[in-house]
């Protein structure tokens, strides 16, 4: 079983519409929970980062994780064709070894 | 403030060969961590180094092995590549929280 389990899609979506991206992790020592968004062919960038769990909010995105279920969620509102993107999960454990655990990614597609 | 950057951007190898992959971190961050992502998949954490120690490895073979400078910079190498090499390998840095930003990557062709 992986450590980190998500949807690989491909996910399509007409513009305008919410989406939501979720991955299932098994390591009860993630504490810090990112949202990476990865255009063909170029490195992951980051768009959302939460400790512990809980939400937050960071424009048309959301970052959702609830640790007692191992579950996080990412909401996208107003969904744009820019948004198509593959959309990757990553968490880690506290200190000074730092080795981020990646999903497989969840390709999204936001059709204009 | 530049990002993280590597370099070369791509290169093609043969079987067998040697290869040397470069990062230079954000300026002030002294972690630098690298990952090979294969296509399809997310990346997988090969090295950490900080303050030019290591302080975490992967589950990847003695072919593959880093060092970091007194600058921060930090150099991958492979050597015996063999085709399954071939992959988009990303530097990544960080400061001591546990954020990690990633490079745009060097993409290795092994034929």
């Known amino acids: 079983q992986k450590e980190v389990e998500q949807d690989p899609g491909p996910l399509s979506v007409p513009e305008g519409a919410i989406v939501s991206l979720n991955c299932t992790y098994s390591?009860?020592?993630?504490?810090?929970f990112m949202w990476y968004r990865q255009y063909s062919r170029k490195g992951p960038e980051l768009l959302m980062y939460t400790y512990s769990s809980g939400n937050k909010e960071d424009g048309r995105f959301t970052a959702q994780v609830d640790k007692s279920s191992k579950y996080i969620s990412l909401f996208i509102r107003d969904s744009q064709p820019s948004d198509s993107a593959t959309y990757l999960c990553?968490?880690?454990?506290?200190?000074?070894?730092?080795?981020?655990?990646f999903g497989t990614g969840t390709k999204l597609q936001v059709i204009p | 403030d530049a990002g993280v950057t590597q370099s070369p951007t791509h290169l093609i190898k043969t079987r067998g060969q040697h290869v040397t992959l470069r990062c230079s971190p954000i300026s002030g961050h002294k972690s630098v961590s690298w990952y090979q992502q294969v296509l399809g998949q997310g990346p997988q954490f090969i090295f950490q180094?900080?303050?030019?120690?290591?302080?975490g490895r992967g589950n990847f073979p003695d072919r593959f092995s880093a060092r970091q400078f007194p600058n921060y910079s930090s150099e991958l190498n492979v050597n015996a590549l063999l085709l399954g090499d071939s992959a988009l390998y990303l530097c990544a840095s960080s400061d001591l929280g546990d954020t990690a930003f990633f490079g745009q990557g060097t993409r290795l062709t092994v034929v």
């Open positions: 990553a968490m880690s454990a506290p200190g000074g070894y730092q080795k981020v655990t």
């Open positions: 390591n009860s020592a993630f504490q810090y």
């Open positions: 180094y900080y303050e030019k120690e290591e302080r």
